[in-house]
């Protein structure tokens, strides 16, 4: 495909990508062919020596559409691959003017490995980043927080991080995020009681409305009696265990003989 066709079909990705409702499919079918056509040109492979800034930036920009596409398909292998992409343009092209997107897509991966407990990653992936843009930069902070919360156990405030995401894309990651905690929450609660309101329950696993706390109870199979409005758990200890009494009596009257005869 010669460049002009290139930037031709990049321009065309762009305007249906940030159109009001993009077709994500037809976005998806770009991204195919300008990868292809990409990788022909060597700009996704680096094995070429570049130094036209304009075509880098074509690459780059078409890159970023696609992380930002991988992650409102819910496709988080495309966009780690995306983002490995992005890394040499980011890192090894310092003449490349900033890109207004470096910094979200940067921020939506720290949450990204945040979301699947790759904490290690994710503290490897702050050491590549300046010190300063770390502590400036709303994008970069807000996965930073997220995982001090975290560890805190203070999963409200990474609740009540949705209403201040640097971009929609968070939400995505936010809402793996919840899922985990709530199983968490889930488990805890499951030892504890016995039983809970179906109202109380919900207030501990952040649902607002009752269709999301009855399909979880059923996800995690416990009993709900709509008379009561309660929950009630499955415990272990509702689960008999066969304990051979007569023979364990036998045998410790048999070894305390043996003990006699010893003494």
């Given at each position: 495909?010669?460049?002009?066709?290139?930037?031709?079909?990049?321009?065309?990705?762009?305007?249906?990508?940030?159109?009001?409702?993009?077709?994500?499919?037809?976005?998806?079918?770009?991204?195919?062919?300008?990868?292809?056509?990409?990788?022909?040109?060597?700009?996704?492979?680096?094995?070429?020596?570049?130094?036209?800034?304009?075509?880098?930036?074509?690459?780059?920009d078409v890159l970023e559409i696609g992380a930002q596409w991988s992650v409102?398909?819910?496709?988080?292998?495309?966009?780690?691959?995306?983002?490995?992409?992005?890394?040499?343009?980011?890192?090894?092209?310092?003449?490349?003017?900033?890109?207004?997107?470096?910094?979200?897509?940067?921020?939506?991966?720290?949450?990204?490995?945040?979301?699947?407990?790759?904490?290690?990653?994710?503290h490897t992936a702050l050491e590549t980043i300046e010190s300063q843009e770390?502590?400036?930069?709303?994008?970069?902070?807000?996965?930073?927080?997220?995982?001090?919360?975290?560890?805190?156990?203070?999963?409200?405030?990474?609740?009540?991080?949705?209403?201040?995401?640097?971009?929609?894309?968070?939400?995505?990651?936010?809402?793996?995020?919840?899922?985990?905690?709530?199983?968490?929450?889930?488990?805890?609660?499951?030892?504890?009681?016995?039983?809970?309101?179906?109202?109380?329950?919900?207030?501990?696993?952040?649902?607002?409305?009752?269709?999301?706390?009855?399909?979880?109870?059923?996800?995690?199979?416990?009993?709900?009696?709509?008379?009561?409005?309660?929950?009630?758990?499955?415990?272990?200890?509702?689960?008999?265990?066969?304990?051979?009494?007569?023979?364990?009596?036998?045998?410790?009257?048999?070894?305390?003989?043996?003990?006699?005869?010893?003494?």
């Amino acid at each position: 495909m010669a460049l002009t066709d290139i930037k031709t079909l990049a321009q065309e990705l762009s305007k249906e990508y940030n159109a009001p409702n993009p077709d994500l499919a037809k976005c998806g079918q770009y991204l195919s062919k300008l990868k292809i056509a990409l990788i022909e040109l060597q700009y996704l492979t680096h094995e070429g020596k570049h130094n036209n800034i304009e075509e880098l930036t074509l690459a780059r920009d078409v890159l970023e559409i696609g992380a930002q596409w991988s992650v409102r398909t819910k496709d988080i292998p495309s966009f780690e691959r995306y983002m490995a992409q992005l890394q040499t343009y980011y890192n090894d092209y310092s003449e490349l003017p900033t890109s207004p997107l470096k910094y979200n897509l940067i921020g939506l991966n720290l949450l990204c490995l945040l979301s699947q407990n790759r904490i290690s990653d994710f503290h490897t992936a702050l050491e590549t980043i300046e010190s300063q843009e770390l502590l400036n930069n709303p994008a970069i902070q807000h996965p930073i927080k997220l995982e001090q919360s975290l560890m805190e156990g203070s999963y409200n405030r990474v609740w009540s991080s949705r209403a201040d995401v640097p971009s929609k894309e968070y939400l995505f990651f936010i809402d793996i995020l919840m899922d985990t905690i709530r199983n968490e929450i889930a488990s805890c609660s499951e030892k504890a009681y016995s039983s809970l309101p179906l109202k109380d329950a919900g207030t501990l696993l952040f649902f607002t409305n009752m269709e999301d706390i009855l399909n979880f109870a059923k996800e995690r199979n416990w009993k709900v009696n709509p008379v009561e409005q309660k929950a009630y758990f499955h415990s272990d200890a509702d689960e008999r265990i066969s304990i051979p009494a007569n023979q364990i009596i036998k045998q410790t009257m048999f070894y305390a003989r043996d003990m006699d005869r010893i003494v």
